[in-house]
């Protein structure tokens, strides 16, 4: 598993390609002996799709070319930072020592088999990305079959995802009456309905892009005996899969009597003999199914964050394990999409309070209702 994060920003303002070669030396530069980058998000602010498709390609070479045959997966996502930068980047490291680590390539497409005692983890990005891209359901299917390609290739299946980034093209826009994110949700529905046989489902975030399509990032887990994975569930919210109708938006499809809810849970946690890894999902200010905090960012930011706190308390967390002797663990990772530039500050403010020691990303991006102003997702360690 990850073990620790770093964020990158440029050093100095300049063009999109500047300031993403600012940020890959310092990549470079923090290799450390005993790491392995094994996934990179790039998060970046571009005003189409003709110079997305030539600024990934661009990154994409650059990061082979500095990476060679231990290439992390990486994805490229037009979710603007906080301005006046162009790119931010988020690197995501494990222990080198600890495992067997393989970068693979699938239809050009890397990604990062890590194999331990504990199992085997699969690590991919960027998904779908350039496919489809004006047909939200079209493009689902294809990120989708890609995820089912590469789980094949690895002799694993859609039951052994543990994490999920779906990256939703103008997520809140209805076009004839059918809502981008809703037509994700019933793709994900048919795919799950069809490919999963286990009970449950995985950690997820689902989040707008500044630009039509989908695009997937996956962890995927086939666990030895000794490893436990069991989802967390916040007292104070409803689980996502069990939303009432009336929180769904957009029309349903010829056929079909009810729109499927998104299909996650609110957090999975993945338990080791040393250690634990908490994966909380896409939260936002949500009691119930309900929206709290309507128009008031620092509301919705005070509320998004209790209830990630709701996800990480030691005493319930000790029950789930059954070890209420665990040594307390600690956030590694903070990522915070916000729906407005202007609340950035406020945001920021709040979450270093709260989190002070704990790397965290900001990036603007429209979140799953309308009326939702920002969204938080963490990675928690603990040791056990």
Partial sequence: MIGKYLIFVPEEMGNFSEEWRQCLKQIIYMRETGFRLIKLNVFTDLPDYETYIKARKEIGKSIQNAFGKQCPAFNITVQPPEKPWKVV??????????????????????????SSDSGKEVWACGLGFGLFYSDTRSAAEAAFDQMKAILDAEGMSFNHLVRQWNYIGDILEIKKGFQNYQIFNEVRSEVYQKYRTIHGYPSATGIGMKLDGVSLDFCAIMAKETVTIKPIENPNQINAYEYGQDVLKGITGKGISVK?????ERGLLITGKMRSTLFVSGTASI?????????????????????????????????????????????ILLRVYVKNQKDFAKVKTICKERFPEVPAIFIESDICRDNLLVEIEAEFLINN
């Fill in 89 to 114: 980047v988020e690197a995501g490291y494990t222990d080198a020592d600890s495992s067997d680590i393989t970068t693979n390539i699938w239809n050009s497409i890397p990604y990062v088999v890590c």
């Fill in 287 to 331: 009691i119930g199914q309900d929206v709290i905090g309507i128009e008031d960012i620092e509301k919705q930011t005070v509320v998004t964050i209790d209830n990630i706190n709701k996800l990480t308390d030691q005493k319930r967390i000790g029950q789930i394990i059954a070890n209420t002797d665990i040594e307390w663990g600690k956030f």
């Fill in 260 to 264: 499927h809810p998104p299909q996650f």
